[in-house]
């Protein structure tokens, strides 16, 4: 198994190059925005939803509170957001880890998405976002499935969610951050500075390496495999009069 980048490790490496005075600062905003930006080796868990992670929020009209559907899930702060949802059908004694795997994937869309149109997409969980009162990330489920919950709980449901983690930031030397490349984090420490300076061109350059860096990182998991990538031209497909 890969060693994990201590902060120590980074600062040896990094601080000499920078001019800023709070290295640790400087190094957690950095880290934070590549793990954004990367897909990283072992970011993802699957998560099993269960009663504590149902909520009813109260709806305070007058108070002008935040309002959510009868049937909602909240998934811990622990995790930035969820992938993709699973639904199993059956007692969770009679499926084992292949039966998860193989089940259907539902999508998650935007509030955006369902506010602006005609109401829930059936089969998609819809992103209310981050509420800070619940302490979580707060998801409904797809209105097909509300007829399953009765009470609006999941004690003796069986949904899964492929969620990321979240980033924590470190605070000592010996605190790990969830890379384990050192040159793609002094990259994008050195990229963040020149944000601060804004030396803008230089830091876009500095974000394209440390990306580059992490693309062998991220291989050494994903093994050989080939990326098939398709152009859709509808001036060239579909040519019509209205085309000049």
Do not use: C
Not at 12 to 29: G, I, K
Not at 125 to 147: C, H, K, M, N, T
Not at 192 to 214: G, I, K, P, Q, V
């Amino acid at each position: 198994m890969a060693q994990r980048v201590t902060l120590s490790e980074l600062q040896a490496v990094a601080d000499p190059l920078v001019t800023s005075t709070d290295f640790l600062s400087l190094a957690n905003r950095a880290v934070k925005r590549l793990y954004a930006k990367a897909a990283t080796p072992s970011d993802s868990v699957i998560y099993r939803f269960g009663s504590t992670s149902v909520s009813q929020p109260i709806h305070d009209v007058d108070a002008g509170g935040e309002d959510y559907p009868s049937h909602i899930l909240k998934l811990p702060d622990d995790y930035s957001h969820a992938l993709k949802f699973k639904v199993v059908s059956g007692a969770a004694v009679d499926f084992d880890f292949s039966d998860i795997v193989n089940s259907e994937s539902l999508p998650v869309i935007p509030l955006e998405s369902i506010f602006g149109s005609n109401g829930y997409d059936d089969r998609a969980f819809v992103d209310y976002g981050e509420d800070s009162v619940l302490g979580g990330r707060i998801y409904a489920i797809p209105q097909a499935y509300w007829d399953r919950f009765d009470d609006g709980t999941l004690s003796e449901t069986n949904i899964y969610a492929l969620a990321r983690r979240a980033y924590v930031d470190v605070v000592v030397g010996a605190d790990e951050f969830p890379f384990d490349n050192v040159g793609a984090l002094k990259l994008a420490v050195l990229a963040t500075e020149y944000e601060d300076e804004n030396d803008l061109e230089r830091a876009s350059s500095y974000w394209s390496m440390a990306m580059s860096e992490l693309e062998e990182e991220s291989g050494r998991f994903r093994g050989p495999q080939k990326l098939n990538i398709h152009y859709y031209d509808p001036a060239a497909e579909e040519v019509t009069n209205m085309i000049n």
